[in-house]
């Protein structure tokens, strides 16, 4: 997976790009969100538009994202959820936990 980032109005959008299996993707996301948190950005979006696929590990990756940033005040949303993801958001349920919208402005919008 690789992983760039940009503000758009106060908001933090993680673009991931490629597959998001765990490992090193996992280092990859904490480390970056915990530095938005130490720098006070506490509002993010990952743009899923980019993202082939997603293991059950990467979802644990985007669950802790949440939860770090829940805990510090902050929040994560989801944007651009392709099929796939959104099939496997669904099956889990976990679909329930995760605000998801269909672009990246509906969901900086949401803040």
Do not use: C
């Not at 940009?6 to 969100?33: C, F, N, S, W, Y």
């Amino acid at each position: 997976m690789k992983l760039s980032h940009r503000e758009q109005t106060g908001v933090i959008i993680l673009e991931p790009k490629g597959k998001i299996m765990g490992g090193p993707d996992a280092t990859l996301l904490h480390d970056q969100i915990h530095e938005l948190i130490a720098q006070k950005k506490l509002r993010v979006v990952i743009d899923l538009s980019k993202v082939d696929w997603m293991n059950s590990t990467g979802l644990g990756i985007l669950i802790a994202g949440l939860t770090t940033l829940r805990d510090n005040h902050g929040d994560l949303k989801l944007a651009s959820v392709t099929e796939k993801i959104q099939s496997l958001l669904t099956i889990t349920k976990l679909i329930t936990v995760f605000e998801a919208y269909d672009t990246v402005d509906q969901a900086i919008a949401s803040f």
